[in-house]
């Protein structure tokens, strides 16, 4: 065969210019596999949102003004801030167009930042989550819609996931940092739980820009640890542990609880600072000739916690309490009241007295180990709670002003939300921390000498001049703050939690035995 002629007789993908061309497609398909293969991973969940973290872990988080909703898209969280969320958009839009229009008021905005989406064995279950950002977003709109707490500059609610990391926290922060100017954001409220990782986020925002911080004003709306008053630029709208432990011991005081012999189980995980100082604040507050034996303690950052407690049960029938103060977290509740129907000692009644984590009790898995034991086990459960509808009743005069309003049958809360409950304190708390943040807003405002325009900076320092005659009109009490940032002499309601799961408020109490009321602030 001559050399033309196998030229001529070669496939026609072998000849040019088809053999050329092959080549730059093929060249062209390879090219384009590997941008594909080795392009970034796209972790946007949303404009101001990403996902962060890996496997379980991971999770969207970042700044939203509600037109994302958080959720892990389960049938348990997917939709869980579904309504809320686009509540908290359409105020947020109406505040924004009424700030463009001629003449229209200013506005700041406020993020609400808190673990939005729990995981198994979370203290925080979904319906607290929403419950609290549900008070949040009542108390938006009541800011934004009546005069009763002043009516400038208007508020914007942003809505932020701090996620559950160090990693997520971080990306959490810096998202919100990038909105603080556009956003013209000044305080950060809700804040999460009392942990070491809550102290840490919470000095992130509240610390100086040249240190490296977002400098705003924070408010917590459910932190109690005694040790969170160090964190500067820091106030809180609930009860200090001592309060609440102070709160216990005069109960304990009164009939029919004054001869009654008490043993402590404390909680001593490294890292939560709620359980430590609930424990701390209750030795120091009862009288040792009380005490019925040492105090007894577990660890639940291990494993084994059930077992723990049901082999301490002939050792608290031996020491002869009448009354147990747990000094832990309510996700441990059940696994500590399930081997209680089964103790030695079931003649002997025993009230077992904690604190306000107790409230989300109901919400959690165990709910029905712990009523099964208060129906059989001659156990009676009670709690110093935060906040409950019952006081207001109990004590009016700690309870003055128009916030416990927006929760009463007329109200904007059951406007809006006429199916929720307000037995677990959430959605009064929430809505308690932003009532304080606007109220910190509006009266650095009227001292602005910038034609009202407002900074972090300027409510951080307005923060020490709420108290006497400007305290908030809290629907959770009287918040009269402290020079360390914790509200003086705060209510803190007595609850018991009946054998079919119901609560009701049986005192009203606070750290010297005595409310802060109206008649006190003149």
């Not at 147990?324 to 209680?340: M, T």
């Not at 029905?368 to 009743?393: F, P």
Request: include cysteine.
């Amino acid at each position: 065969m001559s050399p033309g002629s196998w030229v001529r007789n070669r496939p026609w993908w072998a000849r040019w210019p088809w053999n050329a061309m092959s080549a730059a497609v093929l060249l062209t398909l390879v090219a384009g596999a590997l941008v594909w293969l080795l392009r970034p991973e796209d972790t946007s969940c949303a404009t101001g949102v990403d996902r962060v973290g890996s496997g379980p872990e991971a999770q969207c988080v970042g700044i939203t003004d509600g037109s994302y909703h958080f959720g892990d898209g389960t049938k348990e969280t997917g939709e869980n801030l579904d309504q809320v969320s686009e509540l908290i958009h359409e105020e947020n839009a109406s505040v924004e167009k009424t700030g463009k229009e001629q003449g229209g008021p200013s506005y700041v905005a406020i993020v609400y930042l808190m673990p939005l989406i729990p995981r198994p064995g979370d203290t925080n279950t979904p319906d607290s989550v929403r419950h609290e950002v549900q008070g949040a977003y009542t108390a938006q709109y009541e800011a934004n819609h009546s005069d009763k707490y002043g009516d400038s500059p208007k508020i914007k609610l942003l809505l932020a996931n701090s996620g559950s990391t160090d990693e997520q926290r971080a990306a959490a922060l810096d998202r919100i940092r990038e909105r603080i100017g556009p956003e013209h954001i000044v305080a950060v409220a809700g804040l999460g739980t009392s942990t070491d990782a809550t102290e840490k986020m919470t000095r992130t925002i509240t610390a100086s820009e040249a240190d490296g911080g977002l400098q705003l004003a924070a408010t917590g709306s459910v932190l109690t640890a005694d040790t969170l008053s160090k964190v500067k630029g820091l106030v809180r709208v609930a009860p200090t542990n001592s309060d609440e432990a102070a709160a216990a011991a005069a109960l304990l005081q009164r009939k029919p609880f004054a001869d009654k012999r008490v043993l402590v189980i404390q909680d001593s995980r490294p890292d939560d600072q709620y359980t430590r100082t609930l424990g701390e604040a209750f030795l120091k507050a009862i009288p040792k000739k009380r005490l019925a034996g040492n105090v007894e303690e577990y660890d639940s950052s291990q494993e084994g916690v059930a077992s723990a407690f049901k082999t301490r049960m002939s050792n608290l029938c031996a020491a002869e309490p009448d009354v147990v103060y747990f000094a832990g977290r309510g996700v441990d509740l059940p696994r500590f009241l399930a081997p209680l129907k089964d103790r030695p000692c079931t003649d002997r009644e025993l009230v077992v007295l904690t604190g306000d984590d107790a409230s989300q009790s109901a919400q959690a898995s165990g709910f029905d180990q712990i009523k099964e034991t208060l129906r059989s086990g001659n156990v009676r459960l009670l709690y110093t709670g935060l906040a409950h509808q019952g006081a207001w009743e109990q004590r009016k005069d700690a309870y003055p002003g128009w916030a416990v309003q927006s929760f009463r049958e007329k109200g904007a809360y059951r406007s809006e939300f006429p199916e929720e409950t307000l037995d677990d304190g959430q959605a009064i708390m929430g809505h308690d921390a932003v009532l304080t943040a606007v109220s910190g807003v509006r009266l650095a405002a009227r001292a602005s000498e910038a034609n009202g325009r407002v900074t972090g900076s300027q409510t951080i320092q307005i923060w020490k001049s709420l108290h006497g005659v400007e305290s908030v009109k809290g629907a959770s009490g009287l918040i009269s703050l402290s020079n360390d940032g914790s509200p003086a002499r705060k209510a803190v309601p007595v609850i018991e939690i009946a054998p079919d799961g119901t609560v009701r408020t049986l005192d009203v109490s606070a750290s010297s035995g005595t409310p802060l009321t109206e008649a006190d602030l003149s």
